[in-house]
């Protein structure tokens, strides 16, 4: 198993930064890649943004490109998702993600975010 501890999430106005952080322990031999998703209420779950453990490259969503940053501290299985420029669409419990060989799919519990206009 692998347990996933997510950090950073609050309340922030239009405009601002958030950093988030999420921890990878347990089974992470074999991690394949790290993520961020995020779910709106009322909405589903969509990708935020991706980065592949071995090579380092990273996958955004359109929504965030140019906005939000993905990086990785590959000893301490830590991604990182700085957040940038901030809009009121983009409050949302943010999910972090764990992919394994298999492929196996790992989810943190959530952070929220919020942005007040």
């Known amino acids: 198993q692998v347990q996933l501890v997510e950090s950073g999430g609050g309340l922030v106005q239009a405009g601002g930064s958030l950093r988030l952080s999420c921890e990878a322990s347990?089974?992470?031999?074999?991690?394949?890649?790290m993520g961020w998703y995020r779910q709106a209420q009322g909405k589903e779950r969509e990708f935020v943004a991706r980065?592949?453990?071995?090579?380092?490259?990273?996958d955004y969503a359109d929504s965030v490109k140019g906005r939000f940053a993905i990086s990785r501290h590959r000893t301490k299985d830590t991604v990182y998702l700085q957040m940038n420029s901030l809009k009121p669409e983009d409050t949302a419990v943010y999910y972090c993600?764990?992919?394994?060989?298999?492929?196996?799919?790992?989810w943190g519990r959530g952070t929220q975010v919020t942005v007040s206009s």
């Open positions: 980065i592949r453990w071995s090579g380092g490259s990273t």
């Open positions: 347990g089974r992470t031999a074999g991690n394949l890649a």
């Open positions: 993600n764990f992919v394994r060989v298999g492929p196996v799919d790992y």
